[in-house]
């Protein structure tokens, strides 16, 4: 019925481009980016038009949640469209993790290799951060191109980084499926900046690959930390203070630029109509580079609203009536989830999937009920966890007591009602230990600074920003 209703849908938008029988995804990642700094989700000193365009021609999710708070696990839930947690994947792949050769448990089924059973040719463009070691990069894990660098952050301007996690590579399966491997001369590009490589790169693949469904990670890591913005970005926001909040800005202008390119080669390529773009954050703004996350609580790291709940925008000609807002609790998983159905289905042997299909509640017309998506969704790391559960949210650390609020009602979680309704607590503590006990225990751990980092992050006193932002 559901694929029934999927081409009834399609055939009603009009034809797809020639050799296209299904469409093709291009996925838009920013990294630590603020809730409050996209004009979509009301933001007023950053412009963002090309990323407000995808709005304005599709749908805002105003209940959008990664499923962690930090950068690797975040993209390991999203990548497979399962918990992290099932495959052991709880925690930052930094430090010493990264330098063991640690990542994602390559046992797991990644969009690309669901999307590849069908046909689909798979590219990500960017930012990796699930893996370095042999077996655990990006063509290991079944995408066809990958252009970008293995680690999670870097320089935005030429480096020497041939041979390292932070070097730009463009790699491509060989004959036996091991990655062939071409480092890209940084210094040999006049006027270097990742952000426009990256979009530069995403363009091209969308060039060479527009006559038959793709399916394309552009996984961004503006406005991550350091600090890197041309001259000219920062000249065109002169006007924004302090200057760290200026130069995240002008990092914003360079990312939504490159946005704007992506959106202009579908164009350009006649694909436009018949590509599904989705475009979302990793997690919260984090508390070192400028970043805004508006009326809700907390940054990057924690269990806060502003931790886990970032902007969304879909774009789906046909299917999803322009100017939509999408009000149900929804998760980063879902978003590969309805890639994969869009496509035709799992792969043979891959475990279920925690993501749901959104192609029908965001078919349908308005309003839907909050929970109509997902009954509850489920967050741990180290020493924290929460819980969402229709219009609650528990959050707790193994040094707190639990605190219950009531999101719709008090978004900028203020007024913890634990005391207050008891029986919800012991409800909503069940409903994450029995989701708990299907999970496994950590491949690896953050070490205690930052694990009590995690702590303090979640201490009723730490109140407004500038608290917040002394707690990496």
């Known amino acids: 019925m559901l694929r029934l209703f999927f081409l009834c849908a399609i055939a009603a938008a009009g034809s797809l481009a020639a050799g296209q029988d299904r469409p093709s995804v291009v996925v838009i990642l920013s990294d630590d ?16 038009p090309a990323i407000d365009r995808i709005a304005r021609e599709g749908a805002t999710l105003t ?26 994947h709880h925690s930052n792949l930094t430090g010493p993790a990264s330098n063991a050769g640690l990542g994602m448990s390559p046992d797991e089924f990644t969009v690309a290799e669901h999307l590849a059973e069908h046909g689909y040719t798979t590219g990500i463009i960017g930012k990796w951060h699930l893996g370095s070691a042999q077996g655990l990069t990006p063509i290991d894990q079944g995408f066809d191109e990958f252009h970008g660098l293995i680690a999670g952050s870097r320089s935005f301007f030429a480096i020497d980084g041939a041979g390292t996690r932070q070097g730009l590579q463009s790699t491509t399966a060989g004959p036996d499926g091991s990655p062939q491997i071409e480092w890209v001369d940084e210094h040999a590009i006049d006027g270097f900046y990742i952000t426009d490589w990256i979009g530069e790169q995403a363009a091209d693949f969308i060039r060479r690959q527009h006559e038959e469904p793709f399916y394309l990670f552009v996984s961004f890591t503006a406005p991550h930390t350091p600090m890197d913005a041309l001259e000219a970005d920062v000249k065109a926001v002169a006007d924004i203070e302090p200057e760290r909040r200026r130069i995240y800005a002008a990092m914003q202008r360079a990312y939504d630029r490159n946005v704007a ?13 018949s590509t599904v773009v989705m475009c979302f954050n990793d997690n919260g703004g984090a508390t070192n580079n400028g970043s805004d ?10 269990k806060w609203e502003g931790g886990i709940r970032v902007p969304c925008a879909i774009r789906w000609p046909g299917i999803v009536e322009p100017g939509t807002v999408f009000t149900p609790v929804v998760s980063a998983m879902d978003l590969t989830a309805t890639a994969v159905a869009i496509a035709g289905g799992p792969a043979d042997g891959s475990p279920a999937l925690d993501g749901r299909d959104l ?18 969704l489920f967050w741990e790391r180290g020493p924290a966890g929460a819980v969402r559960n229709g219009p609650w949210k528990l959050i707790f650390t193994d040094a707190s007591d639990p605190m219950l609020f009531h999101i719709p009602a008090d978004p900028g979680e203020t007024t913890d009602l634990a005391e207050a309704r008891p029986e919800l607590v012991t409800r909503l503590m069940t409903r994450y230990e029995l989701w708990h006990d299907q999970t496994v225990e950590p491949l ?11 702590r303090r992050k979640h201490r009723t006193d730490v109140v407004g920003r500038e608290a917040e932002r002394q707690l990496p």
């Open 444 to 454: 690896w751990r953050e070490g205690d600074k930052w694990e009590n980092f995690q």
């Open 293 to 302: 996350n508006g009326r809700y609580r907390g940054m990057k790291g924690s």
């Open 359 to 376: 192609l029908v509640p965001l078919a349908e017309p308005g309003p839907w009920r909050d929970d109509a998506v997902h009954e509850s």
């Open 261 to 273: 390119l992506i959106l202009d080669t579908l164009d350009e390529t006649g694909i436009a109509d």
């Open 63 to 88: 209940q959008f949640y990664t499923t962690a708070s930090v950068c690797s696990p975040s993209r390991a839930g999203f990548i497979t469209g399962r918990y992290q947690q099932r495959f052991g």
């Open 33 to 48: 980016a603020g809730y409050a700094d996209f004009g979509f989700t009301g933001g007023r000193v950053v412009p963002t």
